[in-house]
C-alpha cells in the first residue's frame, strides 16, 4: 500500500505540474485545510502566504491550529492536519512518518536552503565609518583564527577567556554547538555561555550590535535579525558526512569538526490531502523566495508588531511577479482581485 500511495502522489503532482489541475476534492467537499500554528517567524509567515493563497486562489476554508511542534507534527501525520509549512526534518516524528507514507515533504522553500553557524557583527572585521567603528579583527575569517582574539571577545565573568553565545540548554543547537567547540579546539580559549531563552540570545546579539560592541555567537538563517543586521559567519571545515554524526547525535565519541550542512525547508502535507488537492500540492512545490527577501520581510514583520497575515497580504501585493510564476493564471488573478 505505501508503495502504491507514493507511485499515486508523485503521478498526481506530475499530472497537476503539467494540467494546471486546480480544485480538487478536498475543498469542494468544504472541508477546512488545517495548517499547523508555527511559533517563529519564518515559519508563520510560510503558512500566511500559503494560506492566502489557498483560500483567495483556490477557494478553500483554511484554519491553524496552535499547539507545540511535537503536538502538530503528530496531528499531521495521524491526519488531522494537512499542512507544515518550513519543515526542518529533525525530528523522528516527521521522520516516520515520511517513512510510513502518510506524509510527504515537498518544494523547496528557501533559495540555498537554511544554514547556520558562528557569527560576528560586520563591523567586528570591517569597521564602521558611519558610527566610527574601526576594525577590531581584520584578519579574523574562520574558526580557527579565534584563538587570537579571545580578549576582544572577553567574557566578563571569566577573563581569561572569551565568550561564545551559545543557545539556550536544551536545543539542539546547544549541543551541536558545545561539540563543535571541542571538535576546534576552542573550549580551553572560549566560556560556552547558554542564553537562558532563545529572547535572551536574540536580546544579548541586539544590545552588543546597538552597542557597537564585539560579540561571538550562534545563529542562522532565515530569522528576523539577519534582516535587521549586518552578519558576517565564520568559515568552519568543511561539512563531513563522518564527522557530523559526533556532532549531532553525541554517543560519548570524540567529536570531530564539521559545519552543519545547508537545511532544505520544505512543506509537510497529508499524503490523503495530497491526493484529493494535487492543484495545491503543485503550487506548494514551487513556492521559493530569496534569503534576503525572507530575512528582510520578517525582520518588517517584527519591527512594525503587524500579524504574518498582514505581512503576507503586503508581501502579494508587493512581490507579484515572484509569486504569480507559483499559480496558474486563474489562480493568481483571483488572489490578485482579492487584493484590491
Not at 123 to 142: C, E, F, N, Q, S
Not at 163 to 187: H, M, S, V
Not at 285 to 301: G, R
Request: net charge positive; aromatic share 10%.
Amino acid at each position: 500500500m505505501q508503495g502504491k500511495s507514493a507511485i499515486f502522489g508523485a503521478g498526481a503532482l506530475l499530472l497537476a505540474l503539467s494540467a494546471g489541475v486546480q480544485a480538487g476534492s478536498w475543498c469542494s467537499a468544504g472541508k477546512p485545510v488545517k495548517l499547523a500554528g508555527i511559533t517563529w517567524e519564518s515559519g508563520q509567515f510560510y503558512s500566511a502566504v500559503i494560506s492566502e493563497i489557498i483560500k483567495d486562489g483556490y477557494g478553500c476554508k483554511v484554519e491553524t491550529v496552535p499547539g507545540s511542534t511535537a503536538a502538530t507534527e503528530t496531528a499531521l501525520v495521524n491526519g488531522d492536519l494537512q499542512l507544515w509549512t518550513e519543515q526542518w526534518n529533525r525530528t523522528d516524528v516527521i521522520k516516520k512518518g515520511v517513512e510510513s507514507g502518510k506524509i510527504k515533504l515537498i518544494g523547496d522553500l528557501l533559495q540555498g536552503g537554511a544554514y547556520e553557524g558562528f557569527f560576528v557583527p560586520d563591523y567586528v572585521i570591517r569597521g564602521d565609518a558611519r558610527r566610527g567603528i574601526k576594525p577590531m579583527a581584520p584578519g579574523l575569517r574562520t574558526v580557527a583564527d579565534l584563538p587570537k582574539y579571545k580578549d576582544l571577545f572577553k567574557d566578563e565573568e571569566e577573563p581569561g577567556k572569551g565568550r561564545f553565545l551559545n543557545c539556550p540548554t536544551g536545543w539542539d543547537c546547544e549541543r551541536i554547538n558545545t561539540q563543535k567547540l571541542k571538535a576546534y579546539k576552542l573550549d580551553a580559549a572560549y566560556t560556552n555561555f547558554r542564553a537562558g531563552t532563545g529572547s535572551a540570545l536574540d536580546a544579548a546579539i541586539s544590545s552588543a550590535y546597538e552597542r557597537g560592541k564585539p560579540v561571538l555567537f550562534y545563529y542562522w538563517a532565515p530569522a528576523t535579525l539577519m534582516g535587521k543586521y549586518k552578519f558576517i559567519q565564520l568559515q568552519e571545515p568543511a561539512y563531513n558526512a563522518k564527522c557530523w554524526p559526533t556532532l549531532q547525535a553525541n554517543k560519548g565519541e570524540a567529536p570531530c569538526p564539521s559545519a552543519t550542512p545547508n537545511t532544505q525547508l520544505q512543506v509537510g502535507i497529508g499524503t490523503g490531502f495530497m491526493q484529493a488537492e494535487p492543484g495545491i500540492a503543485a503550487f506548494i512545490a514551487k513556492v521559493k523566495v530569496t534569503p534576503e527577501l525572507l530575512n528582510q520581510t520578517i525582520s518588517q514583520m517584527s519591527e512594525r508588531k503587524i500579524p504574518p497575515e498582514t505581512m503576507a497580504r503586503e508581501f502579494l501585493k508587493q512581490h507579484t511577479a515572484i509569486w504569480k510564476a507559483w499559480v496558474p493564471a486563474d489562480v493568481a488573478g483571483k488572489v490578485q482581485q482579492s487584493l484590491k
